[in-house]
């Protein structure tokens, strides 16, 4: 049977969603939905980006909200077509109040690459893959 890969949202949980819907919104993202509701929403290329109070994210979910570690075993990616956007990314990501986390350098994958960390700590990949030609709609094909 399977599950359809109909992959459609990545929700993020936040200490404070009005400081975190300013950061995306600083980004450049367009925002849907009414914060005041507890959740809003941000379009990406394909998928949205939901930021939702850490608790209560944690309750829906039915475990305890605890703090957070550092590193979370999770990356989130952006993919860019060329080594200056990358770093452009990275700028802009930084001036509105994301940590750069690591800059970015050249990759042994053959790519170049950097990331940052959005307030709550949700770290980001700005990356330029060779392979990976992002399209006039901002997504990505992998072949093998």
């Given amino acids: 049977m399977g599950i359809s890969p109909a992959f459609t949202i990545v929700t993020l949980g936040v200490a404070d969603l009005e400081r975190s819907a300013a950061f995306y919104r ?35 979910v039915g475990v305890a909200a605890e703090e957070p570690p ?47 960390a959005d307030p709550d700590g949700h770290v980001w990949e700005a990356a330029f893959a060779p392979a990976f030609q992002v399209s006039d709609d901002g997504t990505i094909d992998i072949q093998s």
């Avoid at 914060?35 to 949205?48: D, K, L, P």
């Avoid at 590193?71 to 990616?77: E, K």
């Fill in 26 to 60: 600083a980004l450049g993202w367009e925002q849907r939905g009414d914060a005041s509701a507890g959740i809003t929403w941000f379009r990406t290329s394909g998928t949205w980006i939901g930021l939702f109070g850490r608790a209560d994210l944690a309750a829906d």
């Fill in 70 to 116: 550092q590193f979370r075993g999770v990356t989130l990616a952006l993919n860019f077509n060329d080594e200056s956007a990358v770093d452009d990314a990275l700028a802009h990501a930084v001036s509105v109040g994301a940590r750069l986390v690591k800059p970015g350098t050249r990759a042994d994958w053959g790519g170049y690459s950097g990331y940052f």
